[in-house]
């Protein structure tokens, strides 16, 4: 059964940085793609984030040139390094994979708050 569990949320000031984990159980390489959601008090889920099996990536708008998506298949982990952060980057980040069969998996997620 696979399991995703997310880390490395936490307060920290704009223009500060965070590196979340994710951290897949039965083998990340399972995962055609994986990727970053977050969601904001009163907003909807939106995609931060992802990044497929080739090593291809795509960003939302609003982090590109921000954020960094990678994945280490060693590791079994996906990475979200997190740079120059806004306070309208708080939300619940999630870590999400899906199989090359299209079963969706998504963790339970993480805390981010950007407040001075």
């Known amino acids: 059964q696979v399991q995703l569990v997310e880390s490395g949320g936490g307060l920290v000031q704009p223009g500060g940085s965070l590196r979340l984990s994710c951290a897949v159980s039965?083998?990340?390489?399972?995962?055609?793609?994986m990727g970053w959601y977050r969601q904001a008090p009163g907003k909807q889920r939106e995609l931060v984030a992802d990044?497929?099996?080739?090593?291809?990536?795509n960003y939302a708008d609003s982090v590109k040139d921000r954020f960094i998506i990678s994945r280490d298949n060693a590791q079994n982990t996906m990475y979200l390094q997190m740079n120059s952060l806004k306070p309208e980057d708080t939300a619940v980040y999630y870590c999400?994979?899906?199989?090359?069969?299209?079963?969706?998996?998504w963790g339970q997620g993480t805390q981010v708050t950007v407040s001075s």
């Open positions: 039965g083998s990340i390489s399972r995962m055609s793609v």
């Open positions: 999400r994979g899906v199989t090359a069969w299209n079963k969706l998996y």
């Open positions: 990044i497929f099996s080739d090593g291809r990536t």
